[in-house]
């Protein structure tokens, strides 16, 4: 089975805009979560959706905020880009209600502000 | 934050030799996965261990687990180019309490010298 998509794969802003990233997860996973990948910080937790309900949120501001749609599909936003906002972000969808499960993870969009 | 700490952060080896990495982590968890990274691509999945366990082997990999010490080790054995990548450990407890998706460490990348 096709495995979680994430589009675009590569995607450059300017300060300020906004953007907004899609992951189509596996097909029957209703868990997804989405992570900020930068060289200085890691891998960060930036929120979990289950069933279009956002259920975890990590230590993000507002202006990173996300949804699902009924197909289990997620998109996350983020407004008012700024520069540290330069990363990998990657999406993983999971089978199971529980997060204590293996995470299948797409190949990212690699964002880049200007 | 961080909870997973993989040590050592670099390794390098021959072709065929054993890689050993290691990861700490703060809180009670409820399992630990190690997870693969090839050059800034998606996450893959390897192994994943529960708390209640103390080995686990899958294919070429051994990974070992000890929560008095709150540690764990990924062991891969006969080890060849295809290998080169970063690994991660992540755990699903949270330094503050509470599920809050994957808490990943820095990174061990690890070189496989032809």
């Known amino acids: 089975k096709a495995g979680v998509t994430q589009t675009p794969r590569y995607l450059i802003k300017t300060r300020g805009q906004q953007v907004t990233l899609s992951c189509s997860p596996i097909?029957?996973?209703?868990?997804v979560s989405w992570y900020q990948q930068t060289p200085g910080q890691g891998l960060q937790f930036l929120f979990e959706y289950f069933s279009e309900t956002q259920r975890n949120k990590g230590n993000f501001p507002g202006r990173f905020s996300g949804r699902q749609f009924s197909n289990s599909r997620s998109e996350m936003n983020v407004s008012t880009l700024e520069l540290g906002d330069s990363a990998l972000y990657l999406c993983?969808?999971?089978?199971?209600?529980?997060?204590?499960?293996?995470?299948?993870f797409g190949q990212g969009t690699r964002l880049t502000v200007v | 934050s961080q909870q997973g700490e993989e040590d050592p952060q670099a390794l390098s080896i021959q072709e065929g030799e054993n890689a050993t990495m290691n990861c700490s982590y703060k809180?009670?968890?409820?399992?630990l996965q190690w997870y693969r990274q090839n050059s800034g691509r998606g996450l893959v999945h390897l192994i994943l261990?529960?708390?209640?366990?103390r080995e686990k082997h899958s294919g070429r990999l051994r990974v070992t687990l000890d929560t008095s010490k709150k540690s764990s080790s990924l062991l891969i054995t006969a080890s060849r180019a295809a290998d080169t990548a970063s690994y991660f450990c992540a755990t699903d407890g949270h330094p503050g309490g509470g599920a809050d998706g994957l808490t990943f460490g820095k990174g061990t990348h690890l070189i496989i010298q032809p």
């Open positions: 261990i529960r708390s209640n366990e």
């Open positions: 993983a969808s999971s089978g199971l209600i529980s997060m204590n499960t293996e995470a299948f």
């Open positions: 809180t009670s968890i409820n399992n």
């Open positions: 097909s029957g996973h209703r868990s």
